[in-house]
């Protein structure tokens, strides 16, 4: 899968118990991970969109997809009713759920995480090293994690408002119980992302930037080492850009976000067409949306059928998560 996204992390098995008196919420949301001092943040509500289900269609037969990816072929579904998240969890949002509970993520407990390199200031990358040599650009920053996600110097206070990233499929799915919510199936992020009009080829409509005007935090400029003047190769707010017709904000670029299924590039011709969840263990989970490092000269999985994938317990500079429900929960 040749892509700007993204390198795979180390092992959860690394991971040790010390949480003192009580267990801690730990990977998938089970006891394990150390408890340790958390910022005192308010929990702040998730805004939920109601999704009716009912029969959609999801998969592309686009020549400009990835048939390696699985993203087709095209079919008729059937999904049950649910709620999904506006919006991608915000870090205020993981804020409250760690204060809440004292999760480490992964990234904390190895002590390092994956950064893109021009988020990371020039004069420190020299220090750094690049393991991943079909990915040079993305470096291994000790002490990044979600709440430094570009490594020492950074801080998510003052990306209140972005989405998390630098968190596991682990990590996204402790913050799931905790909330008594889910991680979206792919039909369930799909067919949200498409915003009620499941033909379109993004969220908007079938051109990337109609009467040039951008919809979504992706790449500009030329991939990866000249980004166009003015622009800072990195997250936006979690409201920025226009939501789509079912009210949802930035399911094109801005981060990938983690899906419950284990990716499986035969997922459309598998899983059944009621409900569909691909629970063939792979190795890797899906992800969903692009990232603001997707470009069309390079990744254009910024798409509505678009698909991608890692291991559950990689976190990087632009990944994140939102959450769904099921209709009848608050």
Aim: net charge negative.
């Amino acid at each position: 899968m040749s892509r700007c996204c993204a390198p795979s992390g180390g092992s959860p098995e690394d991971l040790v118990a010390t949480a003192p008196g009580a267990a801690a919420v730990g990977a998938g949301g089970e006891p394990g991970h150390a408890w340790r001092a958390a910022p005192s943040v308010p929990d702040l509500p998730i805004g939920w969109i109601d999704i009716a289900g009912g029969n959609t269609r999801i998969g592309s037969n686009d020549p400009e997809g990835f048939a390696s990816d699985g993203e087709g072929p095209a079919r008729n579904i059937f999904l049950s009713p649910y709620r999904i998240s506006a919006t991608a969890v915000t870090n205020a949002q993981f804020a409250a759920f760690v204060n809440a509970t004292g999760y480490v993520t992964e990234a904390e407990r190895a002590g390092e995480s994956f950064v893109f390199y021009l988020q990371i200031a020039p004069d420190r990358r020299a220090a750094l090293r690049s393991v991943v040599s079909e990915l040079p650009w993305w470096m291994i920053v000790p002490g990044a994690s979600w709440q430094c996600p570009h490594g020492p110097g950074s801080s998510w206070q003052a990306l209140s408002d972005h989405p998390v990233v630098q968190v596991s499929w682990n990590d996204a799915a402790a913050f799931c119980r905790w909330r008594g919510a889910m991680l979206p199936s792919e039909a369930q992020w799909e067919h949200a992302a498409r915003g009620g009009a499941p033909a379109l080829r993004y969220p908007w409509g079938d051109e990337l930037e109609p009467n040039g005007e951008r919809r979504c935090n992706i790449w500009q400029g030329t991939f990866p080492n000249a980004p166009l003047a003015g622009w800072q190769p990195g997250t936006v707010p979690v409201h920025d850009f226009p939501p789509n017709g079912l009210g949802l904000y930035n399911t094109s670029g801005n981060v990938w976000e983690w899906c419950a299924d284990w990716f499986n590039a035969d997922y459309h011709r598998k899983t059944p067409d009621h409900d569909p969840l691909d629970e063939r263990p792979s190795g890797r989970r899906s992800q969903r949306g692009g990232s603001f490092l997707c470009h069309v000269s390079y990744c254009n999985r910024y798409r509505n059928a678009a698909r991608g994938a890692n291991s559950p317990d990689s976190a990087t500079s632009h990944t994140g998560f939102r959450v769904v429900s099921g209709a009848d929960c608050a």
